[in-house]
């Protein structure tokens, strides 16, 4: 008999507009990992009418809980109201084009020991697209971020992001809410800043593509969009991008 995953005091929060195959595909690979939640959060951000049909199918499924919204009003507010209906100690924040690996769970459940061992641990990063470059004292593939403003690199402003990860759900209260009416990238930007600034502790998994896959397939394709000069390989104005980076996020931070 296959072993079970329960995690009593974890809501798993995910984010969701217009990809309810994608969502589906999130859902069934916990149910299939036999991972099971206190409860589950859908935070929707005024999707189309065809997707929140497809949302209330789902429901008698997996038995989450449904949060929407009239009509679309951008990431911020979409973690904002979906945060608000988490009721347990702690939030698995997981957005709907993810899709967890095999080792998630044991590897989860050692992230919680951490959060229960270590109450001044913030939160525990599962993915990234890249390396965080200072890293240090090591315990199964976790590693604290030591985040110092004289180490060099602006990489090291990195500590929080929007990508998989588990925090508690008194969150805000240290840190704020996210703002809202901006885009998602400038949503995302302001919550690291605040997370520094407030002196945020963060535990990072080294093998951060092991835990999940973010997948984007043609018939539901990502819908975040960014500007092209912050996406472009051209050298120029890849070496622009750093120095403005560089510049921006010393100059944020002292702020």
């Not at 965080?132 to 985040?147: I, K, R, V």
């Not at 998994?205 to 990502?222: A, C, H, M």
Request: charged share 25%.
């Amino acid at each position: 008999m296959e072993k079970e995953y329960i995690f009593n005091g974890v809501t798993l929060l995910i984010t969701h507009y217009n990809r309810s195959q994608s969502l589906e595909q999130l859902l069934k690979s916990f149910a299939g990992l036999r991972c099971k939640f206190e409860d589950i959060v859908v935070s929707d951000d005024g999707s189309k009418s065809e997707h929140i049909d497809y949302l209330h199918g789902l429901q008698t499924q997996f038995n989450f809980r449904l949060i929407t919204t009239p009509k679309n009003k951008g990431l911020g507010n979409n973690i904002n109201k979906g945060q608000d209906a988490v009721q347990t100690p702690l939030t698995l924040y997981v957005q709907e084009d993810f899709t967890p690996a095999p080792i998630f769970p044991e590897k989860f459940r050692h992230a919680l020991q951490i959060m229960h061992s270590r109450q001044e641990i913030d939160m525990v990063r599962f993915y990234a697209y890249f390396e965080y470059p200072y890293l240090t004292n090591g315990d199964e593939g976790f590693y604290d971020m030591a985040f110092k403003m004289w180490k060099p690199g602006y990489r090291k402003f990195y500590m929080y992001s929007d990508h998989p990860h588990l925090r508690r759900t008194s969150f805000f209260q240290k840190f704020g809410r996210y703002i809202e009416g901006q885009k998602g990238d400038f949503t995302e930007y302001s919550m690291m800043m605040s997370f520094l600034k407030k002196k945020g502790k963060a535990v990072f998994y080294k093998d951060f593509t092991g835990l999940f896959t973010q997948r984007n397939s043609e018939v539901e394709p990502s819908t975040m969009k960014r500007e092209n000069w912050r996406q472009s390989e051209n050298f120029f104005l890849a070496n622009v991008r750093h120095l403005y980076r560089h510049l921006k996020f010393n100059f944020d931070y002292l702020l």
